[in-house]
């Protein structure tokens, strides 16, 4: 089993958790079929023209690289999202079957959503599939983008499901001439699972939360968990990543003409849109053609994206301070409410204007942290 402790998780594990990785052991079959290089990330087997591959590969940011770096702030201090990560790392960290299995976990359930092996649905049980069919009718409608964006779920229990996982593994791993002979990489798996008290039950197995360039989002059940149990509503949670990635979206298709020139660093680049995306989506939340959140409910809102934020600014995912994010957010509550008497909505071009001009330096100004 793969030793994770260099690859992935001592950034954030090495200074709380006094576990040390074992010795490198013979690859078993998962590892040697599953180690994330290259030439396995793209297999022969394709989707006619809905390759998987390219979703993958054209995400502009993805919320499960903030969350699996677990950057926790140094000037701005911990928030209670960052400390429910450090609980969850801290359970993985005591499981060695999970720590060796993790990144192949991860690995496998990035391309799932994209693969014919069930209907779509949200939440562990399907509890949030009418609420987010909801929400992309509304979010079509406000911004004039009918049928344009696809919106998969992503959930842990797909790799404790044995068909669902050789269907994985299928499209994953080349040379393989019939699905038979992916049985016993499949029951492995499931093995894992059984002796493992927590590498199913992390959240981090679906914790991705992503726009990618060819119109396709994809929220996992495990970063709506995160999120919740910093005490935020799960309804709200689902609201605002989506509206957030769907900004992204809206960021695509005007990339050129918005951001013509270069950002001084990757850092910066990320900030800016991340910002921007809490800004539109705090627009679409509280206006009166949108989802219509009250001010108690905004409050809420507001705390998502105070929460998501953090204070490492070399770090190229680096998403604005909370208190950048939630003024971001708040400023497009402040918009909405201006023009609620007339319910007009202003286009994608207006509100990037207004941002740019009037949001972004305000915003950048804020110097505390917390």
């Not at 699996?68 to 702030?73: D, F, K, Q, R, W």
């Not at 976990?105 to 009418?130: C, M, S, V, W």
């Not at 709506?224 to 605002?240: K, R, S, Y």
């Amino acid at each position: 089993m793969l030793r994770l402790c260099k690859k992935l998780l001592v950034p954030l594990l090495y200074s709380i958790v006094f576990v040390a990785c074992e010795p490198e052991q013979p690859e078993t079959s998962l590892e040697a079929y599953l180690k994330p290089t290259s030439s396995q990330l793209v297999s022969h087997k394709t989707l006619s023209d809905k390759s998987i591959a390219p979703s993958i590969q054209l995400i502009s940011e993805n919320l499960q690289e903030a969350v699996l770096n677990a950057i926790v702030p140094t000037e701005c201090g911990a928030t209670k999202f960052s400390e429910v990560q450090w609980k969850h790392f801290t359970a993985l960290a005591a499981d060695s079957v999970a720590m060796a299995n993790f990144q192949q976990y991860i690995h496998l359930n990035r391309y799932a959503p994209f693969l014919p092996i069930g209907e779509q649905y949200f939440g562990k049980n399907g509890e949030h599939t009418q609420l987010v069919q909801r929400l992309v009718r509304d979010l079509e409608r406000f911004w004039d983008m009918d049928k344009e964006i696809q919106v998969y779920g992503q959930h842990n229990e797909t790799l404790n499901n044995k068909d669902k996982l050789i269907d994985i593994l299928w499209y994953l791993i080349e040379d393989v001439e019939e699905k038979e002979h992916l049985i016993p990489l499949a029951e492995e798996i499931l093995y894992y699972n059984s002796i493992s008290a927590v590498l199913l039950e992390s959240p981090f197995i679906s914790s991705d939360g992503y726009a990618s360039y060819n119109g396709r989002i994809v929220i996992g059940d495990g970063l709506i968990q995160l999120f919740a149990e910093t005490g935020l509503e799960e309804e709200i949670v689902w609201t605002g990543i989506l509206t957030h990635e769907w900004a992204h979206q809206i960021q695509f298709q005007h990339m050129d003409l918005w951001y013509p020139l270069a950002f001084d660093s990757a850092a910066e680049r990320t900030r800016t849109l991340e910002l921007e995306a809490d800004f539109f989506s705090g627009y679409y939340m509280t206006h009166k053609r949108g989802a219509t959140y009250n001010w108690k409910r905004a409050e809420e809102f507001f705390e998502l994206f105070y929460q998501a934020g953090d204070c490492s600014f070399e770090f190229e995912q680096h998403h604005g301070t909370p208190l950048q994010r939630k003024q971001a957010s708040y400023e497009g509550y402040l918009l909405a409410e201006a023009a609620k008497k007339k319910g007009h909505i202003l286009s994608p071009r207006e509100l990037h204007d207004y941002f740019e001009q009037k949001v972004l330096p305000d915003v950048l100004e804020q110097l505390e942290y917390l």
